[in-house]
């Protein structure tokens, strides 16, 4: 037998990098998902590619779009309507009255409408 304790030997030693602290989540102004949305919503779109080249994760984007357009206020182009996409921006007020403004249009209505009917005025104000 040998005596393996008085032996040389050799260690290697690993290093790692550290891990990374997690992000901070990004807040987008609504004027960048406007205009993300929008070119989503053109004929022919990738919305992955288009979230990968902002830094975006795509399920993020279609998260927006999907809001945007069950909202009723946003539909997909078309060739007879080219508006620019915008969100619709809803503040409380300490009212019986709500007052949505959609471009140059004011929707008022009473606080105890059925949110049924209201979407379908926002839909025909839209329309319009």
Known sequence: MSDSVNQPRT??????????????????????????????LLPGANVSAIA????????????????????????????TAKKEVKFARVEPVASSAVEIVLGDVVVRV???IESDHLVKILRAVRKA
């Open 52 to 79: 990968r080249a902002e830094g975006l994760d795509p399920s993020q984007l279609c998260g927006w779009r999907r809001k945007a357009l069950s909202s009723g206020l946003v539909a997909p182009l078309t060739e």
């Open 110 to 112: 009473g606080g105890d």
């Open 11 to 40: 260690f290697e030693v690993l290093t790692a990098a550290p891990v990374r602290a997690r992000r901070k989540p990004r807040d987008w102004p609504n004027e960048e998902k406007e205009r993300l949305i929008a070119e989503t």
